[in-house]
């Protein structure tokens, strides 16, 4: 049995996706399975291939950790830049809704999410809709991304706030 809830959401999410229901359900269903086995799967560049196969645009030498959630809805308004790194268990949302009662004061927004070159998402961050996170920057174990954060920063905390800048001149060593 299928909740109204349920049956609301999902015409919400393909008029969203400005698709029709069948092709939206076969879509989601197919990067459910793919986010599924990406997310245990052993080896970390095959990680990669399988979100890739999911809609999600990631470059060169990425790392991805165990149990990323990528947007399910929304995973082609993903951008991961080359040599990036997510730790496990980051959650990165290209959308947001508010709850059956709430859908007229925060109705369904979607906006682009871009993981700049050379960053660094430690384990267990949650990364918002409409966020960039510029190169070279680290965001800290458990931070909650809200808004953007410049390249060569370290922003930390819940919500992420700056708290030390990079030095951008240096250029780390390749082995």
């Given amino acids: 049995m299928v909740s109204d809830r349920d049956k609301l959401a999902f015409n919400e999410a393909a008029r969203c996706s400005k698709t029709n229901r069948v092709w939206f359900a076969v879509r989601f269903g197919k990067n459910w399975i793919l986010e599924r086995v990406a997310s245990s799967f ?61 859908l007229d004061a925060y109705p369904r927004d979607t906006e682009a999410v871009k993981i700049g070159r050379g960053a660094w998402i430690a384990p267990g961050c949650i990364i918002l809709q409409g966020v960039e996170i510029g190169e070279r920057s680290v965001i800290g174990t458990g931070s ?32």
């Fill in 144 to 175: 909650v991304v809200i808004r953007s954060i410049p390249n060569n920063s370290v922003a930390v905390g819940v919500p992420a706030r700056l708290i030390k800048t990079i030095d951008a001149n240096s250029e780390p060593k390749e082995k």
């Fill in 42 to 102: 052993p080896i970390p560049s095959w990680r990669v291939a399988l979100h890739r196969l999911r809609g999600i645009k990631i470059g060169k030498n990425v790392y991805i950790g165990y149990d990323v959630i990528f947007d399910r809805i929304h995973p082609e308004l993903i951008t991961i830049e080359d040599c990036a790194e997510i730790g496990d268990r980051c959650i990165i949302s290209a959308h947001s809704r508010g709850s059956l009662l709430l």
